[in-house]
Each structure stands twice: as structure tokens, then as C-alpha cells.
């Protein structure tokens, strides 16, 4: 039974390797657009990426956590991240901390200068001078 379940998942991966040899020969020009899909990435943070502040608002109403990091980071560091200054007002009002860092060490502002993310600046320094 092993040796015939061997044989089989042999001969598919034969199959599968000829068929992707035949379309990897294609002379037409195209655009390769690599996707990586983000694995373990919370649906908070998820949306925060998106940009979807009314999903992000109706789960900060529903209880979730401002706080709860996700692959390392917390939402505020995805929405200062990904220059969702609108997002990361929302966060900061409902209680997130923009002091945590990342697993890696690194603080909000400083995920906000490594991407650019000018509109995410604003909205922390302005916060910073509050306090």
C-alpha cells in the first residue's frame, strides 16, 4: 500500500513538473507580478492594511484589542506602516500605544520613516507634542 501511494504522488509530481515546463516557454511578453500572501496576519490588521476604517471602527466597537500584536507588530505600527493616518487617529483615540515597538525593536515613528508615510508622521508627532 505505501509503495503504491509512493508510485502515485511520484507520477503527479512527474505530471505537475512537465505541465509548468510547458507554460514556462511562453515567447509572449509579459508582466510578472509576484503576490506574497501574508500568513497569520490578523483580520484587525488586515483591514488596517486595506485602509477600511468602517470594518476597523465596528471592531474596535465589538471589542477588539488596539493593542493585540500580529505577526509582531501592533495595529498602530501597520497603520503608521502603511501611511493610514486616519486609521492610526482612530487607534490612538480608542487607546492604542504608540510607544510599543515591534518584535524587532523598532517604534512607530521609526516604521513611519522607513516607509515614507509622511500623513502617519503628522498624526504622531502632533500626538507626541499633546502629551
Known amino acids: 500500500m505505501k509503495k503504491s501511494f509512493v508510485i502515485a504522488v511520484l507520477g503527479l509530481t512527474l505530471i505537475s513538473t512537465s505541465v509548468k515546463a510547458e507554460t514556462s516557454f511562453n515567447s509572449s511578453p509579459e508582466t510578472t507580478i509576484n503576490i506574497k500572501k501574508i500568513t497569520g496576519l490578523s483580520s484587525f490588521c ?3 492594511l486595506k485602509g477600511d476604517i468602517q470594518t476597523v471602527k465596528s471592531m474596535i466597537s465589538l471589542g477588539e484589542d488596539v493593542n493585540e500584536k ?3 507588530m501592533t495595529p498602530a505600527i501597520f497603520a503608521a506602516r502603511y501611511n493610514r493616518a486616519d486609521i492610526l487617529e482612530l487607534l ?3 487607546g492604542a500605544d504608540i510607544k510599543a515597538k515591534c518584535d524587532k525593536g523598532r517604534g512607530i515613528k521609526r516604521h513611519a520613516e522607513l516607509s515614507g508615510a509622511v500623513d502617519a ?3 504622531i508627532e502632533a500626538h507626541w507634542k499633546k502629551k
Do not use: C, K, P, Y
Open 46 to 48: 488586515n483591514a488596517i
Open 121 to 123: 508622521l503628522a498624526v
Open 70 to 72: 500580529s505577526l509582531g
Open 92 to 94: 490612538i483615540e480608542n
